[in-house]
T-cell receptor, first 113, second 109 residues
Protein backbone atom coordinates (compact mmCIF):
# COMPACT_ATOMS: atom_id res chain seq x y z
CA UNK A 1 0.00 0.00 0.00
CA UNK A 2 2.00 2.97 -1.31
CA UNK A 3 -0.60 5.67 -0.53
CA UNK A 4 -0.21 8.67 -2.84
CA UNK A 5 2.60 8.51 -5.40
CA UNK A 6 3.61 11.47 -7.53
CA UNK A 7 6.27 11.95 -10.19
CA UNK A 8 8.65 13.50 -10.94
CA UNK A 9 10.20 14.44 -7.61
CA UNK A 10 12.41 17.17 -9.10
CA UNK A 11 12.15 19.03 -12.39
CA UNK A 12 13.76 22.10 -13.95
CA UNK A 13 11.90 23.72 -16.82
CA UNK A 14 12.64 26.61 -19.10
CA UNK A 15 10.07 29.38 -19.39
CA UNK A 16 7.45 28.40 -21.96
CA UNK A 17 8.03 24.65 -21.73
CA UNK A 18 5.20 22.32 -20.83
CA UNK A 19 5.11 19.37 -18.48
CA UNK A 20 2.72 17.07 -16.65
CA UNK A 21 2.92 16.04 -13.02
CA UNK A 22 1.55 12.56 -12.46
CA UNK A 23 -0.27 11.36 -9.36
CA UNK A 24 -1.80 8.04 -8.37
CA UNK A 25 -3.39 6.76 -5.17
CA UNK A 26 -4.14 3.20 -4.13
CA UNK A 27 -6.51 3.93 -1.22
CA UNK A 28 -9.69 3.84 -3.34
CA UNK A 29 -10.39 7.49 -2.51
CA UNK A 30 -12.92 9.43 -4.54
CA UNK A 31 -11.46 12.91 -3.90
CA UNK A 32 -8.10 14.07 -5.21
CA UNK A 33 -6.31 17.42 -5.02
CA UNK A 34 -3.37 19.38 -6.30
CA UNK A 35 -1.79 21.98 -4.02
CA UNK A 36 1.18 24.27 -4.41
CA UNK A 37 3.33 25.32 -1.47
CA UNK A 38 5.31 28.54 -1.48
CA UNK A 39 7.30 29.94 1.47
CA UNK A 40 5.00 31.74 3.90
CA UNK A 41 1.91 30.96 1.81
CA UNK A 42 0.91 27.60 3.15
CA UNK A 43 -0.79 25.10 0.87
CA UNK A 44 -2.97 26.62 -1.81
CA UNK A 45 -5.47 24.55 -3.72
CA UNK A 46 -4.95 24.53 -7.49
CA UNK A 47 -7.58 22.00 -8.60
CA UNK A 48 -9.86 19.50 -6.95
CA UNK A 49 -11.61 16.38 -8.22
CA UNK A 50 -14.53 15.10 -6.16
CA UNK A 51 -14.83 11.92 -8.20
CA UNK A 52 -13.79 10.31 -11.45
CA UNK A 53 -14.82 12.52 -14.35
CA UNK A 54 -15.23 15.74 -12.36
CA UNK A 55 -12.81 18.58 -11.70
CA UNK A 56 -13.19 21.95 -10.03
CA UNK A 57 -10.99 25.03 -9.77
CA UNK A 58 -9.38 25.87 -6.47
CA UNK A 59 -7.80 29.11 -5.22
CA UNK A 60 -5.01 29.41 -7.82
CA UNK A 61 -5.96 27.57 -11.05
CA UNK A 62 -4.55 30.00 -13.62
CA UNK A 63 -1.81 28.48 -15.78
CA UNK A 64 -2.76 24.89 -14.95
CA UNK A 65 -4.98 22.14 -16.33
CA UNK A 66 -5.90 18.81 -14.79
CA UNK A 67 -7.16 15.42 -15.89
CA UNK A 68 -8.86 12.84 -13.70
CA UNK A 69 -7.92 9.90 -15.85
CA UNK A 70 -9.65 7.32 -13.66
CA UNK A 71 -10.34 6.85 -9.96
CA UNK A 72 -6.65 6.32 -9.17
CA UNK A 73 -4.95 8.98 -11.25
CA UNK A 74 -5.06 12.78 -11.29
CA UNK A 75 -2.53 14.68 -13.39
CA UNK A 76 -1.57 18.36 -13.39
CA UNK A 77 -0.35 20.03 -16.58
CA UNK A 78 1.57 23.25 -17.04
CA UNK A 79 1.05 24.26 -20.67
CA UNK A 80 3.53 27.15 -20.76
CA UNK A 81 5.63 27.29 -17.61
CA UNK A 82 6.39 30.65 -15.99
CA UNK A 83 8.92 31.51 -13.24
CA UNK A 84 5.94 32.28 -10.95
CA UNK A 85 5.10 28.58 -11.09
CA UNK A 86 8.33 27.65 -9.32
CA UNK A 87 7.02 25.86 -6.26
CA UNK A 88 6.57 22.57 -4.47
CA UNK A 89 3.53 20.69 -5.72
CA UNK A 90 1.64 18.20 -3.59
CA UNK A 91 -0.94 15.76 -4.82
CA UNK A 92 -3.36 14.47 -2.19
CA UNK A 93 -6.43 12.29 -1.78
CA UNK A 94 -9.21 11.74 0.71
CA UNK A 95 -12.49 9.96 1.27
CA UNK A 96 -15.44 11.98 -0.02
CA UNK A 97 -17.26 12.06 3.28
CA UNK A 98 -16.26 14.89 5.57
CA UNK A 99 -14.56 13.82 8.76
CA UNK A 100 -11.87 11.95 6.88
CA UNK A 101 -8.40 13.33 6.53
CA UNK A 102 -6.31 14.09 3.48
CA UNK A 103 -3.18 12.13 2.55
CA UNK A 104 -0.31 13.76 0.70
CA UNK A 105 2.21 12.54 -1.81
CA UNK A 106 5.88 13.24 -1.23
CA UNK A 107 5.87 16.42 -3.30
CA UNK A 108 7.36 17.56 -6.60
CA UNK A 109 9.95 20.34 -6.58
CA UNK A 110 9.56 22.37 -9.77
CA UNK A 111 11.88 25.17 -10.83
CA UNK A 112 11.12 27.32 -13.87
CA UNK A 113 14.09 29.33 -15.16
CA UNK B 1 -14.75 29.74 -0.56
CA UNK B 2 -13.33 29.06 2.86
CA UNK B 3 -10.68 31.36 4.36
CA UNK B 4 -8.41 29.98 7.07
CA UNK B 5 -6.15 32.31 9.01
CA UNK B 6 -3.37 31.01 11.26
CA UNK B 7 -1.30 32.74 13.94
CA UNK B 8 1.48 33.16 14.81
CA UNK B 9 3.63 32.63 11.73
CA UNK B 10 6.64 31.80 13.90
CA UNK B 11 6.83 30.61 17.48
CA UNK B 12 9.92 30.00 19.57
CA UNK B 13 9.66 28.23 22.95
CA UNK B 14 12.00 26.70 25.45
CA UNK B 15 12.04 22.93 25.74
CA UNK B 16 9.40 21.86 28.27
CA UNK B 17 7.20 24.92 27.73
CA UNK B 18 3.79 24.83 26.06
CA UNK B 19 3.02 26.07 22.55
CA UNK B 20 -0.34 27.29 21.26
CA UNK B 21 -1.25 27.90 17.62
CA UNK B 22 -4.57 29.48 16.69
CA UNK B 23 -6.70 29.35 13.54
CA UNK B 24 -9.92 30.99 12.45
CA UNK B 25 -12.19 29.99 9.59
CA UNK B 26 -14.93 31.78 7.70
CA UNK B 27 -17.34 29.12 6.38
CA UNK B 28 -19.78 27.93 9.04
CA UNK B 29 -20.41 24.81 6.90
CA UNK B 30 -16.87 23.54 7.60
CA UNK B 31 -17.14 20.55 9.88
CA UNK B 32 -13.72 18.90 10.06
CA UNK B 33 -10.54 20.52 11.38
CA UNK B 34 -7.24 18.63 11.10
CA UNK B 35 -3.74 19.70 12.07
CA UNK B 36 -0.63 18.70 10.16
CA UNK B 37 3.08 18.70 10.98
CA UNK B 38 5.56 19.21 8.18
CA UNK B 39 9.26 18.62 8.66
CA UNK B 40 11.75 20.20 6.29
CA UNK B 41 11.59 18.64 2.84
CA UNK B 42 8.80 16.24 3.81
CA UNK B 43 5.09 15.97 3.19
CA UNK B 44 2.53 17.23 5.75
CA UNK B 45 1.44 14.50 8.16
CA UNK B 46 -1.74 14.45 10.25
CA UNK B 47 -1.11 14.81 13.99
CA UNK B 48 -4.61 15.36 15.35
CA UNK B 49 -8.08 16.27 14.12
CA UNK B 50 -11.43 17.34 15.51
CA UNK B 51 -14.94 17.16 14.15
CA UNK B 52 -17.54 19.86 14.55
CA UNK B 53 -19.60 17.96 17.12
CA UNK B 54 -16.67 17.85 19.55
CA UNK B 55 -15.23 20.73 21.58
CA UNK B 56 -11.89 19.27 22.60
CA UNK B 57 -9.69 16.30 21.80
CA UNK B 58 -6.44 15.20 23.37
CA UNK B 59 -3.71 12.78 22.32
CA UNK B 60 -0.82 12.56 24.79
CA UNK B 61 0.98 15.94 24.66
CA UNK B 62 -1.20 17.33 21.87
CA UNK B 63 -4.70 18.74 22.20
CA UNK B 64 -7.07 20.63 19.94
CA UNK B 65 -10.00 22.83 20.94
CA UNK B 66 -12.83 24.04 18.74
CA UNK B 67 -15.21 26.96 19.26
CA UNK B 68 -17.82 26.70 16.51
CA UNK B 69 -19.64 29.85 17.55
CA UNK B 70 -16.51 31.96 17.24
CA UNK B 71 -15.20 29.90 14.30
CA UNK B 72 -11.81 29.29 15.78
CA UNK B 73 -9.74 26.29 16.78
CA UNK B 74 -6.39 25.89 18.45
CA UNK B 75 -3.53 23.42 18.76
CA UNK B 76 -1.89 22.99 22.16
CA UNK B 77 1.42 21.19 22.60
CA UNK B 78 2.58 20.64 26.18
CA UNK B 79 6.05 19.70 27.41
CA UNK B 80 7.59 20.60 24.07
CA UNK B 81 10.64 18.72 22.85
CA UNK B 82 13.23 19.63 20.18
CA UNK B 83 11.70 17.04 17.85
CA UNK B 84 8.46 19.07 17.89
CA UNK B 85 10.30 21.71 15.83
CA UNK B 86 8.54 21.85 12.44
CA UNK B 87 5.94 23.79 10.50
CA UNK B 88 2.35 23.20 11.63
CA UNK B 89 -0.70 23.74 9.45
CA UNK B 90 -4.34 23.91 10.39
CA UNK B 91 -7.06 23.12 7.88
CA UNK B 92 -10.83 23.33 7.56
CA UNK B 93 -13.02 21.11 5.42
CA UNK B 94 -16.57 21.22 4.17
CA UNK B 95 -15.96 19.55 0.79
CA UNK B 96 -12.44 20.70 0.00
CA UNK B 97 -9.56 21.19 2.40
CA UNK B 98 -8.37 24.76 2.96
CA UNK B 99 -5.13 25.34 4.85
CA UNK B 100 -3.75 28.07 7.05
CA UNK B 101 -0.44 29.69 6.11
CA UNK B 102 1.56 27.68 8.65
CA UNK B 103 3.41 28.23 11.93
CA UNK B 104 7.10 27.55 12.18
CA UNK B 105 7.69 26.19 15.69
CA UNK B 106 11.21 26.24 17.08
CA UNK B 107 11.81 24.40 20.36
CA UNK B 108 15.09 25.46 21.92
CA UNK B 109 16.95 22.85 23.98
Amino acid sequence: NAGVTQTPKFQVLKTGQSMTLQCAQDMNHNSMYWYRQDPGMGLRLIYYSASEGTTDKGEVPNGYNVSRLNKREFSLRLESAAPSQTSVYFCASSESRSGNTIYFGEGSWLTVV
Amino acid sequence: GENVEQHPSTLSVQEGDSAVIKCTYSDSASNYFPWYKQELGKRPQLIIDIRSNVGEKKDQRIAVTLNKTAKHFSLHITETQPEDSAVYFCAARENKFYFGSGTKLNVKP
